[in-house]
Structures are given as structure tokens and as C-alpha cells.
């Protein structure tokens, strides 16, 4: 691993499927480029938006080596490990340092409910303790309102004294900012990314690191530019401009609607395609949505 | 596979684990033989209350092999094979039904929420047009206050129109009467399984198949002999009595305390091991819960 701790704009991939809802490697690779060249700082793939927990285990280890095979260097990238299994997520972690990821992004195990402080410490400690390399760099995602897991305030000081030189980092997604803020000021070591863009400034202003936000996959140049400018004169207004892209896309099924617009940006309709249980957009809906974006003047 | 649907009590076998939590493949077959000794129907092996969605792929596979080549017949068998990626689910339905299962207890799945029946339909649809055998015999899981997926009314008749060779029965895990009487009602052609015997001879009274029973782990004769005479005179009486065991196990965390009790069953503190993010029960628990079974005359 390179030893950096990430700072800036990441997005979590979207994943490209052909039609047997393989993954398209050249698709997903292309677009990965695309996102580095639009000024992304680093690749969150394998992410909810990824829809990896739909994708299988070989599968995601064959992607993550097609891509560094390719040449995205690895020290942008920051897997998503986080399986409900134990020995999976530690598979996938191991396989992910082997390969020299700068970080990994790291749900908590998400099948059973109703888990205390103890069991997703437990969890933690088993796979740091298993993948056992001092290159491990994880960062922890937070995501209740599909995880259904909850990383609390408390754990999150278990875990930083424990394993202060392998987790690094947190991803906050749980759409609620004064749990963000929070983990700003408890853990101002910890570098904290909000999970949608709406929060950029605050939590940079806050001393947090950015953001890894899924609507970067369609709208990574501004929101790169927002982080840049944070301290200017115009960041208001520009985080303004994000806000209302982001706004739009929240109208409607989230992953379906990036799709569709990543469709659009490369003029195919392969991209459109999801994997069950999700449910490619509507041609109704991605005509709203078409619609609401270009009187924004978003450009596609 | 055998072609037979399952009629009966049916035990979700808890897992136990070896010091490094992997699955201690002896006591885990000794396990299988001795429900099966005491009047077991059949083995739902990889359930909610085996830890299974804690247990790696590889890991289940290997597992599922070694109980068939340790002599246990796959016609008793019911694997879960639920998980939340696609490809993950078809490789272990496949699996289960290239080792002659008699059927496969699946998950819908659980990662992403507030999926529609569009979803869930193409979910269950790939599974078995990827499957693709005449063989595979699907029994549905529905278990909302754990996956948090509902499996609908109206999904489940789309389903049987579809495959109504495919799909024979449901497990109906809501905890909700209500729910499986209604099942039970608009699909009786279904074998219809209470997630917990406290509904079994109600489910047997409107027509259901018996029940698929974490409790059974520990309490399979009796639930056994209650499905045997439930249209005799006493049949109130045996249900009030096994009721009375699951009640005691419900006022704790229910796996934790199920191993507990089969640690003194196996007279080895191995079996109160579970995999994080699941946590062993406490000292006091299993004193609580010791006295409690006691009191009601339970055979430990």
C-alpha cells in the first residue's frame, strides 16, 4: 500500500453489465479513466453504488485485477471489503492489500440485526487481525439506512484505540450531518468523508477529508472544483450548484438514475442495466430526470 | 434430488466453531446425525440460526460436501443458499442441487432495501433460470425482521405461476400469524413452514407442512411428537409444552443461548463459540437460562 490517507473527491464506481449481467470490464475501465481525467482524487469501487453486494466474490476480485491490470494504479483505489461474512470480507481485504489498494472501505457485517458495541468490534478486530498486514489502511462505512447496522460514536474510539495505524478513515452516510459533525469533532484524526456532496463544505470546514458520493460518478469535475475553491470567496454558490444536481437525482431511484445518465454521457444503453433486485429507470423517469438536468444546464 | 417436498419438523443446525472459528466439521456432522436420531424430518443446514450469512462461501461448500461424504443423505437436506449477490447465490444453489439436496431454503437478497417485486421477481427468476435444473426445488425464506427484504403476497403468486414446478414451499419467518394463515390461504398448494413452532399446529390445522424451527436444535423430539399427534386429543397440551421451551429460549439472544444449551447437551464449552458478529452468552445469561429450562423439567 502507498501509505497515504485519502483526501479529496472518490467515487464509488459505478459498475457497467453487459447483457448476462456480467460485468463489463472494458466499460468499467473506461470509465474509471474518465472519472481520474474529470479530476476524481481516487475510486471507491466495489461501493453500494457499485452495486457490489450484488456482484460475486470472484467476480470482484477478477474486476479489481482486470482494473490494476489495466493500469489504474492501485494507490487510488479504495475497494469496498465489507461482505456478511467474516471469512469473505477477509478474503476480499487480503486480496485487495495483496494488490496494493491504498485503502479498503469496510461495512460491517449487515445480515443479522439488533448487533451491540461487542459484535461489530469483534467483527473488526477478526479480519485487521486475519488480513494482518501493517499496509492495511481501512476506513469504516457507515451506512445504516441500508446496512441496518449502526457504527456508533462509542465503537468508533474502541476501534481508533485499538488499531490507530490501520483505520484511518470513515465514510459517514448516514444522511444525518450532526452524526458527521460529531465524528469530526470526537475523532479529528480520522479522516472523514461525507457520504453525499451536499455536505462538502461543512464537513471540509469542519476539518474533515471530503467526500464519496455516488452522484461524483456523473458530476465528479464540480464537485472536484467545490472541494478545490472551499476556502474561496464563491464556494457557497458553487456548493449551491452541486446541491441542485444532487437534488435531482434523489427524486428518483438513485443507482438506476446514475446509470442512466452515465448512458446518456457515453451515448449507450448498456449502461442502463442493473442487477437484481434493483430495477433499471423507467423511460418515464429518465425523461424527467433528462428533463430536470438540462434545465439546470447540466451538460450529458 | 430426490423429488419429494418436505412435510414435517425441519432443524436449521447450528454451526459450531473450532478456537479460530472455523467450522468444526465433527461436531458438526455428530450434530446432524443425532437431530436426525431424534425424530428430525429434515436438515435446513446454512439458515439464520446456523450463522451461515457469517460463514464464507468456500467455507459452506466444503461443509455441505463433507456432511454428504460423512454419510448424511442429501434427501434430508435443505441448504440455505441465499446471499446477497447474484452469482453468489446461483453458484450455491447449483452447488446444493449438483450434491442432490433434496431443496434449497432461499434468502431474498438483503444488502439493498425498499426493493420492489419487480426486483425480488428477477431476483428469484435468474437464480433459477441460471440454475437451469428440473431439479432444484426452491422453498422461499421470508424473514423480514432479519433480511428486512418482505417477500409479498402477490410476489409469491407471481412466482408459483412462473415456476410452479420450481417452487414448493416457504418458510414464513415474519413472526406474524397473521401472514402465514393468509399464505396458507391463497397458496395452498405451497408447503407452507412456521418459522417457529409455537405456530405449529396451527400451521398443520390450515394445511401447512410443519415447521422449520431454530428451537429444534434442542427440542426436535418433542416438537416431533407434537407433529405427529397434532389431531389427537392431546395435542393442545404438547403444543403448550414445547411453547413453553421456546419461550424461555426467546427472553435470550437466541442462537448464543441455543448453543449454550447444546454445549451442556455435547458436554463441551466448544459449542457456545459463535462467529462475531454474534457474541457467546454471558455467564449469568446461561446461569438464567439453565435454571429457567430446569424449572420446567427440560433434559439437558
Same mark, same amino acid.
Given at each position: 500500500?502507498?501509505?497515504?490517507?485519502?483526501?479529496?473527491?472518490?467515487?464509488?464506481?459505478?459498475?457497467?453489465?453487459?447483457?448476462?449481467?456480467?460485468?463489463?470490464?472494458?466499460?468499467?475501465?473506461?470509465?474509471?479513466?474518465?472519472?481520474?481525467?474529470?479530476?476524481?482524487?481516487?475510486?471507491?469501487?466495489?461501493?453500494?453504488?457499485?452495486?457490489?453486494?450484488?456482484?460475486?466474490?470472484?467476480?470482484?476480485?477478477?474486476?479489481?485485477?482486470?482494473?490494476?491490470?489495466?493500469?489504474?494504479?492501485?494507490?487510488?483505489?479504495?475497494?469496498?471489503?465489507?461482505?456478511?461474512?467474516?471469512?469473505?470480507?477477509?478474503?476480499?481485504?487480503?486480496?485487495?492489500?495483496?494488490?496494493?489498494?491504498?485503502?479498503?472501505?469496510?461495512?460491517?457485517?449487515?445480515?443479522?440485526?439488533?448487533?451491540?458495541?461487542?459484535?461489530?468490534?469483534?467483527?473488526?478486530?477478526?479480519?485487521?487481525?486475519?488480513?494482518?498486514?501493517?499496509?492495511?489502511?481501512?476506513?469504516?462505512?457507515?451506512?445504516?439506512?441500508?446496512?441496518?447496522?449502526?457504527?456508533?460514536?462509542?465503537?468508533?474510539?474502541?476501534?481508533?484505540?485499538?488499531?490507530?495505524?490501520? @483505520?484511518?478513515? %470513515? /465514510?459517514?452516510?448516514?444522511?444525518?450531518?450532526? +452524526?458527521?459533525?460529531?465524528?469530526? *469533532?470526537?475523532? $479529528?484524526? !480520522?479522516?472523514?468523508?461525507?457520504?453525499?456532496?451536499?455536505?462538502?463544505?461543512?464537513?471540509?470546514?469542519?476539518?474533515?477529508?471530503?467526500?464519496?458520493?455516488?452522484?461524483?460518478?456523473?458530476?465528479?469535475?464540480?464537485?472536484?472544483?467545490?472541494?478545490?475553491?472551499?476556502?474561496?470567496?464563491?464556494?457557497?454558490?458553487?456548493?449551491?450548484?452541486?446541491?441542485?444536481?444532487?437534488?435531482?437525482?434523489?427524486?428518483?431511484?438513485? @443507482?438506476?438514475? %446514475? /446509470?442512466?445518465?452515465?448512458?446518456?454521457?457515453? +451515448?449507450?444503453?448498456?449502461?442502463? *442495466?442493473?442487477? $437484481?433486485? !434493483?430495477?433499471?429507470?423507467?423511460?418515464?423517469?429518465?425523461?424527467?430526470?433528462?428533463?430536470?438536468?438540462?434545465?439546470?444546464?447540466?451538460?450529458?
Amino acid at each position: 500500500m502507498s501509505g497515504h490517507v485519502f483526501r479529496g473527491v472518490l467515487v464509488p464506481v459505478l459498475t457497467p453489465f453487459r447483457p448476462d449481467l456480467s460485468p463489463d470490464v472494458d466499460a468499467f475501465v473506461t470509465h474509471c479513466r474518465w472519472l481520474l481525467n474529470r479530476g476524481a482524487h481516487g475510486l471507491a469501487v466495489f461501493g453500494t453504488t457499485s452495486e457490489a453486494n450484488s456482484i460475486g466474490l470472484e467476480e470482484r476480485m477478477a474486476l479489481l485485477e482486470h482494473l490494476i491490470d489495466s493500469g489504474i494504479s492501485p494507490s487510488v483505489l479504495m475497494p469496498g471489503t465489507g461482505t456478511s461474512a467474516l471469512t469473505d470480507t477477509v478474503r476480499l481485504t487480503a486480496h485487495a492489500v495483496e494488490h496494493g489498494c491504498a485503502g479498503v472501505l469496510v461495512l460491517p457485517p449487515f445480515y443479522y440485526k439488533a448487533i451491540d458495541d461487542d459484535g461489530l468490534f469483534a467483527s473488526y478486530s477478526e479480519i485487521i487481525q486475519r488480513v494482518g498486514s501493517d499496509s492495511l489502511q481501512v476506513y469504516l462505512y457507515h451506512i445504516p439506512p441500508i446496512s441496518q447496522v449502526h457504527l456508533s460514536l462509542k465503537l468508533i474510539g474502541r476501534l481508533l484505540s485499538a488499531y490507530e495505524n490501520t @483505520i484511518v478513515g %470513515l /465514510k459517514d452516510s448516514s444522511g444525518d450531518w450532526s +452524526n458527521t459533525e460529531t465524528v469530526l *469533532r470526537e475523532y $479529528p484524526t !480520522l479522516a472523514t468523508f461525507c457520504g453525499s456532496e451536499v455536505f462538502l463544505l461543512e464537513t471540509l470546514r469542519k476539518g474533515g477529508a471530503g467526500s464519496i458520493t455516488a452522484t461524483a460518478n456523473v458530476n465528479v469535475a464540480e464537485i472536484r472544483k467545490t472541494f478545490e475553491r472551499w476556502q474561496e470567496g464563491n464556494a457557497n454558490k458553487l456548493q449551491k450548484e452541486i446541491n441542485s444536481v444532487r437534488k435531482v437525482f434523489e427524486k428518483y431511484p438513485l @443507482i438506476p438514475s %446514475l /446509470k442512466a445518465i452515465t448512458a446518456e454521457f457515453y +451515448n449507450s444503453s448498456d449502461w442502463c *442495466r442493473v442487477r $437484481p433486485p !434493483l430495477r433499471a429507470l423507467s423511460v418515464t423517469d429518465t425523461e424527467g430526470l433528462i428533463k430536470s438536468l438540462t434545465n439546470l444546464g447540466f451538460k450529458m
